[in-house]
Nanobody, 117 residues
């Protein structure tokens, strides 16, 4: 059974930093795309950042230059370093992994990130 366990959320003042981690376990297949979405109550889930197995990255315009996604394939873990946080970054952040071999996606449990003004 594939499980994604997130850690690193919390409360931080504006301008601060947080690092989210998401460890994948129980998978027999290579993790292809890994990434992070976020969701605010009443709004659609928004893609924040993603990274391919080869390391190609993609970011939402709103976080470019402030957030950095990275992955450790040996540990099957994806990270999101968030700097210069703003109140509008407040959301629940979800990690995901796409396993192309079985055409499946799996999601983490969600981590609350709250940025105070």
């Amino acid at each position: 059974q594939v499980q994604l366990v997130e850690s690193g959320g919390g409360l931080v003042p504006a301008g601060g930093s947080l690092r989210l981690s998401c460890a994948v376990s129980g998978s027999l297949f290579v993790s292809d795309t890994m990434g992070w979405y976020r969701q605010v109550p009443g709004k659609q889930r928004e893609l924040v950042a993603s990274t391919s197995r080869s390391g190609t990255t993609d970011y939402a315009d709103s976080v470019k230059g402030r957030f950095t996604i990275s992955r450790d394939n040996a540990k099957n873990t994806v990270y999101l370093q968030m700097n210069s946080l703003r109140p509008e970054d407040t959301a629940v952040y979800y990690c995901y992994v796409r396993l192309a071999a079985i055409r499946s996606e799996y999601w983490g449990q969600g981590s609350q990130v709250t940025v105070s003004s």
